[in-house]
């Protein structure tokens, strides 16, 4: 599993501020939540413009697609996003902004997707989310599907190591297929250059 080093700063700063936006416009705002609104980020970001929004690995677990360093942070009272967002009571999966959103990191794109997946989500809940991501003809249920993993769901396992081939969005676009692999290697270029 990757750890924060793994990623560059402007990436985290990125989901930060992402977070903090959403925290801020679709009401309800617990951790299932989240993790749904930031890959549907990262799926209309590659569909419209052929250019990840976070450029995150999302893998294919049972209830989603999924950032495990994400999940892990808000499963350790987020020790890499706590400047972004912190839990209203420590006893209820609802969170909300502690700090105010910087664009900083974002274009103009970025800003009207953020605003697309608030108009999308503001009044869905967690669990309509979960449905919308699994239902079928979705990168997750072609994950599933492909990787042959639905009877292992169904006896038990929750996390895999295989990723969301968010490329089969671009497939059939080649100016999107090309954006799509320039960003992937304009990413994973910024990446070597913490090692």
């Not at 599907?145 to 292992?152: S, V």
């Amino acid at each position: 599993m990757k750890s924060a080093n793994a990623y560059t700063e402007q990436q985290i700063e990125k989901l930060g501020n992402s977070l903090v936006y959403l925290a801020n416009n679709v009401g309800e705002f617990n951790k299932t939540k989240a993790l749904k609104l930031l890959f549907l980020l990262e799926e209309n970001s590659i569909k419209k413009f052929g250019v990840p929004f976070f450029g995150f690995d999302f893998k294919v677990w049972k209830f989603g697609p999924v950032v495990p360093l994400v999940y892990n942070d808000f499963q350790k009272e987020l020790k890499i996003l706590g400047k972004y967002i912190k839990k209203v009571d420590p006893n209820i999966d609802e969170y909300e902004a502690v700090s105010e959103f910087c664009d900083d990191e974002f274009s103009d794109n970025d800003i009207c997707l953020l605003q697309d997946v608030v108009q999308f989500s503001k009044h869905k809940t967690a669990k309509n989310l979960v449905d919308y991501t699994h239902k079928k003809g979705s990168l997750w249920h072609f994950s599933v599907f492909g990787n042959k993993l639905q009877e292992k769901f169904k006896t038990g396992l929750t996390t895999t190591d295989f990723s969301i081939k968010f490329s089969t969005l671009v497939e059939s676009n080649p100016y999107l297929k090309e954006r799509y692999q320039s960003s992937i290697e304009y990413i994973e270029f910024n990446k070597s250059l913490k090692s």
